[in-house]
């Protein structure tokens, strides 16, 4: 059978089989094979229409999703927009779903997640502290630059909040990430917070490994 007739054969079924614990790897192995085959890629794609917030909380189906990002980031940059908008904390929070909004953030242009970084905005401390959503903040600090200036600015607030988020077991790697990427100006704060106590802050299990390099 030829790989176009297989793909026509599975379109109508590759949601239930991208879900499926020993179908979902024969789906992945076709988006690797359809890479460079854009018809073939739109056909699979179109297959997985409706079913993307379904298959990114699933624990084989997210596999595929991200398989999908990585072999058809340009059909897939559609889909993600129309199926994830609105649902972004949500999926950070999932122990599937965070793999998946971490993949988005490798695959697309960074012009193409302000939808991602507005929504995790309103939600930029909770996320920070989350143990799966701190992954996705510090993806978008490590890949998206000045467009992360407004979210960064929320956690950045000096006092108690800061001191919480440094100690913090998961929102500490946030705040590492944030002195490896971030400006001077971003990272000031931090080094202000460090040296009004460093003893303290040494001494933290989690503020230990996230001290100012600058």
């Known amino acids: 059978m030829s790989l176009a007739l297989l793909v026509a054969a599975l379109q109508p079924q590759l949601c239930d089989l991208a879900a499926d614990s020993a179908g979902h790897g024969v ?67 999932h122990m599937h779903g965070n793999f998946v909004m971490q993949k988005v953030i490798q695959t697309l242009q960074p012009a193409a997640l302000s939808f991602m970084i507005t929504e995790l905005k309103e939600n930029a401390v909770a996320a920070a502290l989350h143990i799966y959503a701190c992954r996705v903040l510090q993806r978008l600090i490590e890949h998206c630059g000045p467009a992360t ?7 950045l607030q000096p006092g108690e909040q800061l001191q919480r988020l440094v100690k913090d077991p998961y929102s500490s790697n946030v705040i590492r990430s944030l002195v490896v990427c971030g400006t001077v100006e971003q990272v ?3 080094m202000e917070l460090f040296r009004s106590d460093v003893m303290k802050f040494s001494r933290n299990r989690h503020a230990s490994l996230a001290p100012p390099a600058r």
């Not at 690797?32 to 189906?61: E, Y």
């Not at 200036?149 to 956690?155: E, Q, S, Y």
């Open 149 to 155: 200036n407004g979210l960064v600015d929320m956690l």
């Open 27 to 93: 789906v992945q192995q076709i988006f690797k094979t359809c890479a460079d085959k854009p018809l073939l890629r739109l056909q699979l794609v179109q297959g997985l229409q409706g079913s993307i917030l379904k298959l990114t909380k699933d624990k084989h189906g997210c596999l595929v999703v991200q398989q999908a990002l990585e072999s058809a980031v340009m059909e897939m940059q559609v889909l993600i927009l129309l199926e994830l908008k609105g649902k972004v904390f949500y999926c950070s929070r």
């Open 188 to 190: 000031r704060p931090v």
